[in-house]
């Protein structure tokens, strides 16, 4: 059974930052690629950032392109989102996933789920 804890979120003023987290059991996460998610109320969930397998690549949604970085943590089964310049339009749950892929932004492809993380940005 693979579970993802996310951890990291809460009340930012706008322009602040904070830093998610994941942890996957049940998976060797290194071996797999690892993705961020968020939606927000009213609307669908969309892609955030994704990270290969080695770490080597990273993706981002042209939204958080610049602000955002996604990293595999020192513990092999992690990752992490580092968010900065946060806005009101930021404010979403976020979720992590894993894919059995090198690399891919499609949320179809991701087969394991974590339960989010509220992140709320104030103006």
């Known amino acids: 059974q693979v579970q993802l804890v996310e951890s990291g979120g809460g009340l930012v003023q706008a322009g602040g930052s904070l830093r998610l987290s994941c942890a996957a059991s049940?998976?060797?996460?290194?071996?797999?690629?690892m993705g961020w998610f968020r939606q927000a109320p009213g609307k669908e969930r969309e892609f955030v950032a994704s990270?290969?397998?080695?770490?080597?690549?990273?993706y981002y949604a042209d939204s958080v392109k610049g602000r955002f970085t996604i990293s595999r943590g020192n513990a092999k089964n992690s990752v992490n989102l580092q968010m900065n310049s946060l806005q009101p339009d930021d404010t979403a749950v976020y979720y992590c996933?894993?894919?059995?892929?090198?690399?891919?932004?499609?949320?179809?492809?991701?087969?394991?789920w974590g339960q989010g993380t509220q992140v709320t940005v104030s103006s």
């Open positions: 049940g998976r060797t996460s290194s071996s797999y690629a």
């Open positions: 996933a894993t894919a059995p892929s090198a690399i891919t932004i499609r949320s179809g492809e991701y087969d394991y």
């Open positions: 990270i290969s397998r080695s770490g080597s690549s990273t």
